[in-house]
């Protein structure tokens, strides 16, 4: 089945542009022009990715996020911003509030569909796919809904954020460099730095809560690995 994703921009001719090639490709595509309406239709539509600008009229493309990742309709959808800020500042904040990949335009279209199909492919393989509950300590992750409970209570974490716990988690007690975590969470082909998974890990620690943020230990100058206990 054909993947669906929603293009939101306010420039008629980006959506143009990204519809026609994304169609090419085989792609299904559905397209907003404003904050609120790209709200709407991925509630809706239930794209298996968005394209998401910052720029945008009345809501921008940051409120859109926080508020697609504080939904549980929509919290996991992969979200790639494709956006003319290309400070380090706005790359790291769009990563912190849990943005899959941070592009900046202009891109080679070419570029482009090969970073589509690097996240749609972390999204559908790898660490969420199995059923087994793993269990550290007080901390309890359900691969199969993308779940994470501390003491029994749910935690709220994206996408990639779950991807890493749980892939440490499988590692219970091994360091796992930054370039690993790299590598199998983004991928090979994405660019991305070491700070991107420093940001994740501080995110996974915060919301862990002050009595568990030491579950994740850090090996200066190396990596991260899970406490054999919390």
Do not use: C
């Amino acid at each position: 089945m054909a993947k669906k994703i929603l293009v939101v921009d306010d420039e008629k001719d980006i959506i143009s542009l990204l519809k026609f090639n994304l169609q090419a490709e085989g792609y299904k595509t559905v397209s907003a022009m404003d904050g609120d309406q790209a709200l709407v239709l991925t509630e809706e539509e239930k794209p298996d990715l968005v394209l998401l600008d910052i720029m945008l009229p009345d809501k921008d493309g940051w409120e859109v996020l926080r508020e697609l990742r504080q939904n549980s309709k929509t919290e996991n959808i992969p979200i790639i911003f494709l956006t003319a800020k290309d400070s380090e500042f706005d790359e790291v904040l769009g990563l912190e509030l849990g943005a899959d990949d941070y592009i900046v335009k202009p891109i080679s279209m070419r570029k482009l569909l090969a970073r589509i199909k690097k996240v749609l492919k972390k999204g559908t393989s790898g660490v969420g796919k199995e059923e087994n509950v793993i269990r550290i300590g007080d901390l309890e992750i359900y691969p199969g809904s993308y779940s994470v409970k501390i003491s029994g209570i749910p935690i709220t974490l994206t996408k990639k954020e779950f991807n890493i716990i749980t892939f440490l988690a499988k590692r219970k007690g091994r360091v796992i460099t930054r370039d690993i975590l790299l590598n199998e969470i983004w991928g090979e082909q994405v660019v991305v730095v070491d700070r991107t998974v420093d940001v994740h890990i501080r995110n996974i620690r915060e919301k862990f809560g002050p009595k568990h943020e030491n579950l994740i230990e850090t090996i200066k100058g190396v990596g991260y690995r899970i406490r054999n206990e919390t």
